[in-house]
Structure formats: structure tokens, C-alpha cells
Nanobody, 123 residues
Framework: QVQLVESGGGLVQAGGSLRLSCAAS????????MGWFRQAPGKEREFVAA????????YYADSVKGRFTISRDNAKNTVYLQMNSLKPEDTAVYCC????????????????WGQGTQVTVSS
């Protein structure tokens, strides 16, 4: 089992920044690739970003590329999502997830999920 707890969400104006954190506990954090997903009201959950177990490989959705940065600190069992130049369309509940099979885009590859943190971007 891996327990994941997100934090750092909130209300921000368009153009602003937020940094989300996802703290992991349980099994060895460095064994898992980590991903961030988001779900806006009335929409399906979508992939945002992912990072390999070592942190050496990252991948982003086109909608956030160049604005968001995923990183991890295996000594702290934490993965981060730095979000810059936020837009109203970034408003969603953001969840982190852990994948035992490596960096993936599809939700089905992630075994463990956090509860999520709300990000609201006002125009």
C-alpha cells in the first residue's frame, strides 16, 4: 500500500502560480513513477504530468507543457507540481497517483491515488 496526500491547492488569479505537493507513505516511494491528474467539473479526469522513479524522465500534457513542472524528492517521499501562468481552464481537482510499472499516461497504470486538492483560477 502507498498512501498519498496532496496539498497546496487554493484560489489564484489568472497568470499566478501555485505549487502542489504530494506526500507518500507506505511502500518504498522510489519504486514508483508518479503522476498528476486533474478533473474539472463535468469533465473526465485527464493526465497532467508524470515523472519516472528516478526523476530523470518527465512527460507533460500538451495543455500544460512549458507552464507546469513536475519534480520529486525521494528523500522526502514527495512529488511536486509547480504551476505557473495559470489559466481559468486549469481549474480542477488535482490528484497525484503512483505507478509500479513506470511512467505512464493512462490512469489504469496507476495503482494508488490521493484524495485531491482543489485549484481554482479566477479570470
Amino acid at each position: 500500500q502507498v498512501q498519498l496526500v496532496e496539498s497546496g491547492g487554493g484560489l489564484v488569479q489568472a497568470g499566478g502560480s501555485l505549487r502542489l505537493s504530494c506526500a507518500a507513505s507506505g511502500r518504498t516511494f522510489s519504486n514508483y513513477a508518479m503522476g498528476w491528474f486533474r478533473q474539472a467539473p463535468g469533465k473526465e479526469r485527464e493526465f497532467v504530468a508524470a515523472i519516472s522513479w528516478s526523476g530523470g524522465i518527465t512527460y507533460y500534457a500538451d495543455s500544460v507543457k512549458g507552464r507546469f513542472t513536475i519534480s520529486r524528492d525521494n528523500a522526502k517521499n514527495t512529488v511536486y507540481l509547480q504551476m505557473n501562468s495559470l489559466k481559468p481552464e486549469d481549474t480542477a481537482v488535482y490528484c497525484c497517483a503512483a505507478s509500479p510499472v513506470g511512467l505512464r499516461v493512462k490512469e489504469g497504470s496507476y495503482d494508488y491515488w490521493g484524495q485531491g486538492t482543489q485549484v481554482t483560477v479566477s479570470s
